[in-house]
């Protein structure tokens, strides 16, 4: 188990989720004090989401990490009003969140195109300042990729994430037979007929006490909280990660996938919900099956199966329970339909609330 601790380490080394920089606005420019001159203030420095880019080519781009606004102009006899220091652009991928050290938050970026400044540059010395320039402060922030995606794919290890993934888009990610498969996120594209796309991220498995950081724990989390829906991906026959833990069938692992997301953040349970229940193909899958079904109907009369800490406050309700083999390629493009009225089913609820809530604000006295 220490060895393909390592192998996972060193493979999912290779993408990066988190990047620290050292950013600094432009000084200002100097004043002319015999003419009134004002100095030219310094550039800003901004992260802007860069279609095509990853945390990973900043860092091969840009080794140093230090990201440096231009200095304003002074003032001068021919231009007394100097010119303002250039804006230094930092490329960042599409769903970063930017905070300082010391984890407050300083702004998204979920569209291309998106801008958030995260460093002023100085004023140019004017009477105000007896014609002398402000310096910009330096400071790190971190850049935390969080996927942005529709659906995200909820699951322990070799439940069938990554070939589910493929089965239904056309994501290629790695698999392997051992239980770390997917080592890295990747997002996979649902086509349909009328050329409607929803994307898909397959997330690093999950682990019993991923919400203490164990496994990928963290790595793994923090990406879930960016897709509307999650997808929920059960082994009919159940698990056993490793010979020294205990097998779980695919009730428990339903409950304990709730409770991990619960203990690391409760808001997460409350995201819409579908189960894909895997490996159909296998012998005495359909009598699992509907197992399964009746156990999630009452769920705390079968609870006594688990411990008591692993037992979630509330049981998840899920829009569609979908068994599937993505081996055979069974109940798949049935599972593409749900995911779509899914989240058809959402934006409509989402619509008729803000209608509700503007109606109610207009009617205020």
Known sequence: MVQLSRICCRKYGKFIDNLRLYVRGGSGGMGLPRLGGQGGDGGDVWVVATKDMTLKRVKDKYPQKRFVAGTGGNSSVKALKGERGEDCNVPAPVGIA??????????????????????????????????????ARPCNIRLDLKLVADMGLVGFPNAGKSSLLTAMSNAKPEIASYAFTTLQPEIGKLMYKDHKQISVADLPGLIEGAHLNKGMGHKFLKHVERTKQLLFVVDVSGFQLASKTPFRSAFEAVQLLTKELELYKKELVSKPALLVVNKMDLPDA????????????????????????????????????????????????????????????????????????????????
């Not at 009477?127 to 002398?132: K, T, V």
């Not at 037992?311 to 899920?318: L, M, Q, R, S």
Request: proline share 4%; aromatic share 4%.
């Open 98 to 135: 930017i905070t300082t050290d010391h984890g407050r938050l300083i702004g998204n970026l979920d569209a291309l195109g998106d801008r958030v400044k995260v460093a002023k540059g100085g004023r140019g010395g004017s009477y105000r300042s007896l014609f002398n320039p402000s310096k």
């Open 286 to 365: 359909a009598e699992k099956l509907e197992e399964l079904k009746i156990q999630l109907q009452s769920p705390e009369g079968f609870c006594s199966l688990l411990d008591d800490d692993m037992i979630p406050d509330e049981y998840i309700n899920f829009q569609h329970i979908v068994p599937v083999s993505a081996l055979t390629g069974l109940g798949i493009e049935h599972l593409k339909g749900c995911i779509r009225q899914s989240l058809v089913e959402e934006a409509d609820c989402a619509v008729v609330a803000d209608l509700l809530m503007s109606c109610s604000s207009n009617h205020k006295p």
